[in-house]
């Protein structure tokens, strides 16, 4: 499985940014997909995760609020649309997939089993 992550960039606070990730290599739907975070100097943190029929999970309510985790499976693609966004979600993301189910300790970027993107970066300024 490859994972490429894309749709990163410097914007300003309030700005909007749609991240995508493509996988290739095995079948998407296959996968429940989701979107991690690591700023500077901290760990990386669960951000959102959607199985193929589409059922979301969000890290809290505020991103649920603001992020918006989707998928194409046709296209194979995962979206993450990130709206109102603010200095502290200046970070990298990163894509990753699981085969069939979200694991049990999803939040934990350690205990995730499955693949991950390289990553893509956004910035944030006020």
């Known amino acids: 499985v490859q994972l490429q992550a894309s749709g990163g960039g410097a914007v300003q606070s309030g700005d909007s940014l749609r991240l995508s990730c493509a996988l290739s290599?095995?079948?998407?739907?296959?996968?429940?997909m989701a979107w991690f975070r690591q700023a500077p100097g901290k760990e990386r943190e669960f951000v959102a995760a959607i199985n193929w029929g589409g059922v979301r999970t969000y890290d809290t309510d505020s991103m649920k609020g603001r992020f918006t985790i989707s998928r194409d499976n046709a296209k194979s693609i995962l979206y993450l649309q990130m709206n109102s966004l603010k200095p502290e979600d200046t970070a990298v993301y990163y894509c990753?997939?699981?085969?069939?189910?979200?694991?049990?300790?999803?939040?934990?970027?350690?205990?995730?089993?499955?693949?991950w993107g390289q990553g893509t970066q956004v910035t944030v300024s006020s």
């Open positions: 990753a997939a699981n085969l069939a189910r979200l694991p049990d300790l999803y939040r934990d970027y350690l205990k995730w089993p499955g693949y």
């Open positions: 290599g095995r079948t998407f739907s296959d996968y429940v």
